[in-house]
């Protein structure tokens, strides 16, 4: 295994004069912080980036050293979805630097100068926000340090500013034949003032360099093993730990006998912790071999005991009675009981592990002064504030390093910051030693936090023309903020908006439409899912959208477009993809085509998925057009992964994943029984991108949610037979 040492040195502090301290190591330089409220921003007021005295705080740094190089502190984690190209791009643009300059650097953890602009004084990463919260804040950062670079070189060589040029890196004056780079001006640059940011002028985008250009990105370490993720850290005397969950839900420690693994080669200590038993050994081998050789008798007295067909049971008898009212547009009673036709359909759509490529891990140090974290960091300040709640400090005493993360898909933002706290029980119970604690992909697969389980009952109506008339929807299924530092935000009049985004925002024209929510409280634990709610909403209302066209006889796509005559970007997309996918064109024998558009996190998506059937039900999806709209393209090769890696990512439950329990217990415990997509499975998919002047939304979660309809409209068509429930298996399309 690559090990690789992680050099200790003071993490960035939160006030100017440690920043500047540890930003010496560059030399003489010009260090910038920034912070710009501006419609692209405006859920953050300019009041929010002042503290008590009236003093500016800023929350995002730019670093030009002495060598020209440009350091940028990036306040986001990188997991993949290529946030640090992104906001990399965003200052290259505006500072007119060179590609290569550009080294990001993850930002420390302090909400007041890092916080995520759309959430407040709070910072993390998560809602495919980063882009779109940070588009205004680092292009200003770049053209702000560019301009005081500009003017300290119009004061050495005595011209106007207006005669001088910067060009990837390079500053220039053509009438003198004067140029330097960056770290010729920086020291000058330095002392002069922060030009008011009514001052500073930012591109035209027919001026772009970068943005909306393809360029390297900048996490391209992971192809040669000089990226550092958690696992690859190494500190003197670190111990590595493994700990024994409950079997079930809700259960705890009754009783442990520890003496055959204490005598096992390797191993340190075991200690109990709130989360169960934990083994300290010198390597996770080691710690692994001897947890398997600890005796545990489990209190499961108030244990979660229900398996999966009892929970569909009682959560289809819970649809069919009244929730609380979400959406209520019209007269729904009125409306159904007008109605020509009326159809109806229950969806079951199953618990869903996150398993991202790396599994759950954490560094942990707890000392006398505080404690120290090494991972890959999501959520800064719930996490921060977690920490020092249990260990009795200050959240300033709890220094979080970010490291990169092997995906996430909402895992390691967990509200409740539970793999952090379980690291930091075993670390405090060995004071000054490292400790990292490592989830095998069993532990990952097993410990919960999973996309809840949900039902959905529908009532749909059409009228003589074949107008929808009515819609009925009622979701049962738990809440993933209920009981969380977010609850306050997210729960209204004790409606999540998480369960019931997609449907109760929908933009289809029903006169009468009525969104109902059951949340119901389950020990299952359960966490935010690529998407959110919208993992399960877009599949029940874009197959029920297609299933009441069919009864309506009338085309998939004309359906949508009239219903979404008053919303041109939901149409855009849906038109763009139906054209690149030839829709209406004939098809081989056994194979159908399907539709389905889905608007989240402000980005939208439709997608055409073709699939192939054979006789005894196997299936295949064969290709799949993605139209995305998510406003000013910064990154298109970024776009396209992460609309390719979504439709992947979104194809597994389709066709393979599901977390079922019996008896409380959970059935699946690794890749062989949970299957994620393989390689073999994937589609050919073509990516277009709507060109767009509108703020840029983001892309990490939003080709998720189409591409499970899509599949679905598409086995329809090809086999006449309607699916309610996820995965769709090869038996049910012959049944």
């Excluded at 500072?95 to 420390?108: C, G, K, M, S, V």
């Excluded at 990837?168 to 002392?191: L, P, T």
């Excluded at 306050?488 to 985004?501: C, M, N, P, Q, R």
């Excluded at 609309?643 to 019996?662: K, W």
């Amino acid at each position: 295994m690559r090990r690789m040492y992680f050099q200790e040195q003071p993490l960035l502090h939160t006030n100017r004069r440690d920043f500047l301290k540890l930003m010496g190591g560059m030399g003489a330089g010009l260090t910038l912080g920034f912070s710009t409220p501006n419609a692209l921003a405006a859920a953050t007021p300019a009041s929010r980036h002042l503290n008590a005295a009236g003093e500016f705080t800023p929350n995002a740094f730019l670093q030009i050293g002495s060598d020209s190089q440009v350091n940028v502190l990036m306040k986001h984690l990188e997991m993949g979805q290529g946030t640090f190209t992104g906001l990399a791009s965003l200052v290259a643009e505006e500072l007119d630097a060179a590609w290569e300059q550009i080294n990001p650097i993850p930002a420390p953890a302090d909400p007041k100068r890092f916080n995520n602009l759309l959430w407040g004084e709070f910072q993390g990463t998560g809602g495919s926000s980063a882009i779109a919260n940070a588009f205004m804040q680092m292009r200003t950062a770049g053209a702000t340090a560019k301009a005081m670079l500009v003017q300290a070189a119009a004061n050495q060589w005595q011209v106007p500013v207006t005669e001088i040029v910067v060009d990837r890196g390079v500053i220039s004056h053509a009438a003198s034949s004067k140029q330097g780079v960056f770290g010729d001006f920086a020291a000058a640059a330095a002392n002069l003032p922060i030009p008011d940011s009514e001052s500073i002028k930012l591109k035209d985008p027919s001026e772009f360099i970068y943005i909306g250009k393809r360029v390297t990105r900048k996490d391209v370490g992971k192809t040669d093993g000089t990226a550092i993720f958690t696992q690859d850290i190494q500190l003197d005397g670190m111990l590595t730990a493994v700990v024994a969950h409950p079997p079930r839900f809700g259960a705890t420690v009754k009783s442990f006998d520890a003496s055959n693994a204490l005598a096992a080669d390797g191993v340190v200590d075991v200690v109990q912790i709130p989360q169960g038993i934990a083994v300290l050994a010198s390597d996770y081998w080691c710690g692994k071999k001897a947890r398997d050789l600890l005796q545990i008798e489990w209190d499961e007295t108030n244990a979660f005991t229900q398996g999966s067909a009892e929970l569909e049971a009682e959560y289809l008898a819970l649809s069919e009675q009244d929730g609380l009212v979400a959406r209520n547009d019209g007269d729904i009673d009125a409306g159904l009981s007008g109605a020509t036709q009326q159809v109806a359909a229950s969806y079951v759509l199953p618990f869903l592990a996150h398993a991202a490529m790396e599994p759950l891990n954490c560094v942990a140090r707890v000392t006398k002064d505080g404690c120290e974290i090494w991972n890959g960091e999501q959520l800064h300040t719930a996490d921060q504030m977690a920490i020092a709640k249990q260990l009795g400090i200050q959240p300033d005493q709890v220094k979080l390093n970010m490291l990169y993360a092997g995906g996430s898909f909402g895992r390691r933002a967990d509200s409740t910051s539970d793999y952090l706290l379980e690291a930091v029980s075993i670390a405090e119970q060995r004071p000054g030693t490292a400790v990292k604690m490592i989830w095998s992909r069993e532990d990952d697969t097993l410990a919960g936090k999973y996309r809840p389980m949900y039902v959905h009952r529908l009532r749909g109506g059409l009228d003589a023309e074949g107008n929808i008339a009515a819609w009925q929807h009622h979701i049962v299924g738990q809440s993933v903020v209920e009981g969380s530092p977010f609850e306050a935000f997210l729960i209204k009049d004790g409606i999540d908006s998480t369960s019931v985004e997609g449907v109760a925002t929908m933009p289809y024209a029903i006169p009468n439409l009525k969104v109902e929510l059951t949340t119901t409280q389950k020990q299952v634990t359960v966490q935010w899912w690529r998407s959110v709610g919208h993992s399960h909403t877009a599949f029940v209302v874009e197959t029920f959208i297609d299933l009441l066209a069919s009864q309506a006889g009338k085309d998939p796509v004309d359906f949508r477009m009239q219903l979404l005559a008053k919303h041109p970007r939901w149409q855009g997309v849906l038109k763009l993809a139906a054209e690149k996918a030839n829709w209406g064109a004939p098809l081989p024998k056994g194979w159908g085509r399907g539709i389905a558009v889905h608007e989240s996190f402000s980005t939208y998506v439709a997608q055409v998925a073709a699939v192939s059937v054979q006789a005894n039900g196997q299936y295949k999806v064969e290709r799949v057009v993605c139209a995305v709209d998510c406003g000013v393209p910064v990154n298109p090769d970024v776009i396209k992964a992460q609309m390719e890696g979504g439709i992947g990512f979104g194809l597994g439950p389709v066709i393979n994943s599901e977390i079922t329990l019996q008896k409380g217990k959970v059935t699946e415990t690794n890749f062989h029984n949970y299957q994620v997509l393989r390689i073999n499975q994937m589609p050919e998919v073509e990516v277009h991108i709507v060109p767009s002047t509108e703020p840029p939304t983001g892309v990490g979660e939003p080709g998720v949610p189409p591409i499970a309809p899509a599949v679905a409209n598409a086995l329809s068509a090809a086999t006449g037979k309607r699916f309610y429930r996820l995965p769709i298996k090869p038996e049910t399309l012959t049944m």
